[in-house]
């Protein structure tokens, strides 16, 4: 069951809102929860780079950061995205420092897709319920946390979303959470968001066996790497799987 431990912040007071963004990172998990929150009354967002220089996401759309980590504002809602570059940035120190940081003080930690498993590799998801995308959900374990198959998960401060595209859900819960149901539901209006899909083939339950497949045989050799880099965490955590 979903627990949270968060609480709305008054109307009158400003929401400051810090996006971590990568190379090879998946902009939709940024993109995504940015149409939501950019409309958040009273908020502002800044886009936080390792340096501040242009990056690609991993199929080559570019990013520009405000600000580099050192540079980056106060934060009251942080948001971690995924995507294949959450490799590197997993036995990163500089950034999984600013995350512990951040998150110690932030109101809420939003992590989309892969980027709960950055979020795992900064120790913040000991003994918490989290998601991420279904190829990756048997690696939560490797972080301590409980993995949760719902498409948002929330425990405490700590709200993860699903792959990719959850990240709009995600966000509008954190909105809901942050500003009340009805500014939430006022965003998803404005933004039109009412999914009809053509297929039925969004998630590994009710896909088609030769989809699925496929879908994993592709993605095989990332899962392996991620794999293999949340074993050298676990063990850097001290994290018994026995």
């Known amino acids: 069951m979903n627990h949270s431990t968060l609480k709305m912040i008054p109307a009158d007071r400003q929401i400051n809102i810090g996006a971590i963004i990568f190379p090879e990172m998946d902009q ?9 929150l950019s409309r958040l009354p009273g908020s502002s967002i800044q886009l936080i780079g390792q340096k501040k220089e242009q990056i690609r996401d991993h199929l080559g759309l570019s990013l520009v950061p405000d600000v580099a980590l050192e540079d980056a504002r106060p934060i009251d809602l942080l948001l971690v995205p995924g995507g294949p570059g959450q490799e590197a940035l997993m036995e990163d120190e500089t950034v999984l420092s600013f ?9 809420c930690v939003f992590s989309v897709c892969t980027g709960s498993l950055i979020c795992g590799a900064a120790g ?13 959900l048997p690696l939560l374990k490797y972080f301590g946390a409980k993995p949760s198959e719902k498409r948002v998960a929330i425990d405490g401060n700590f709200v993860s979303a699903a792959g990719l595209t959850a990240g709009i859900d995600g966000a509008l819960t954190v909105a809901a959470l942050l500003r009340g149901d009805e500014v939430a539901q006022a965003i998803q ?11 039925e083939c969004g998630s590994p339950d009710i896909a088609p066996p030769e989809i699925l497949a496929k879908v994993k045989s592709n993605v095989a050799p990332l ?20």
């Not at 913040?124 to 990756?136: C, E, G, P, R, Y």
């Not at 209006?189 to 297929?199: G, K, N, S, V």
């Open 28 to 36: 939709i998990d940024l993109t995504g929860p940015y149409a939501v």
């Open 99 to 107: 995350i512990r940081q951040r998150a110690s003080t932030a109101k």
């Open 124 to 136: 913040l998801l000991k003994d918490k319920v989290a998601t991420t995308h279904w190829t990756a």
């Open 189 to 199: 209006l404005a933004i039109q968001y009412a999914p009809e899909p053509p297929f």
């Open 223 to 242: 899962t392996e790497l991620r794999e293999k880099t949340a074993k050298r965490v676990a063990e850097r955590l001290g994290i018994s799987l026995k």
